[in-house]
């Protein structure tokens, strides 16, 4: 059983392109020190993105595992991966090898090719704050409803009011919590997914 909370990187563009100008510091990275750094800004400032350099430094680092997932590099240490990206700043170019391998790793991409697979599962459900402040979270979380949908695959998906960061603790106890209530609990009824319309 499945649930996501405001998913990220289901799909590609915004906050995830080559054009997000975090790839500068990521680009920078030499050291798993380095990376320490940044992510000491992040704990220190309590997530307080009206600092600019806090989103930089966070979404440095989610440059970077998504490099490490999408497009590994075992002869490539210390991080072992691949960026999307070569160069910084107006020298910044997307490769194209890397793109292609951003691209078929993406899970909306990968709906129709893993279709059997994903009817398998117990139960899916994922939601989206309506006001997430990252447009790909909630592009991809739509798109990735209507793939499902048009794959016959079941699941369930919301489209609530609320930020990226909102409501989480009441959406974990009344929607999330008792999602896998019913989807774990074995000999239920209720406890098979249904194939649902995406609310909007």
């Excluded at 990521?26 to 600019?52: E, H, M, Y």
Aim: charged share 25%; net charge negative.
């Amino acid at each position: 059983a499945v649930y996501g909370l405001s998913a990220c990187c289901l799909e590609g563009g915004g906050e995830i392109s080559a054009a997000n100008p975090a790839w500068d510091k990521t680009v920078g990275f030499r050291t798993v020190d380095d990376v320490a750094v940044a992510q000491d800004l992040i704990v220190k400032s309590g997530d307080n993105f009206n600092d600019p350099e806090v989103p930089r430094a966070f979404f440095s680092l989610v440059l970077l595992a998504l490099s490490a997932a999408w497009s590994p590099d075992p002869e490539r240490p210390p991080f072992y991966a691949d960026l999307l990206v070569e160069g910084s700043g107006d020298a910044r170019k997307v490769s194209e090898v890397q793109q292609a391998r951003w691209s078929a790793n993406m899970p909306v991409a990968m709906l129709d090719q893993y279709r059997s697979n994903l009817a398998r599962l117990g139960a899916i459900a994922f939601d989206v704050g309506s006001l997430d402040e990252n447009r790909h979270i909630r592009a991809g979380a739509r798109d990735f409803d209507a793939g499902l949908t048009h794959n016959g695959i079941p699941h369930e998906f919301e489209q609530y009011e609320g930020t990226h960061m909102s409501r989480i603790g009441e959406r974990l106890e009344t929607r999330a919590f008792p999602f896998f209530s019913r989807a774990l609990a074995p000999g239920k009824p209720d406890s098979q997914p249904r194939a649902t319309k995406g609310k909007q």
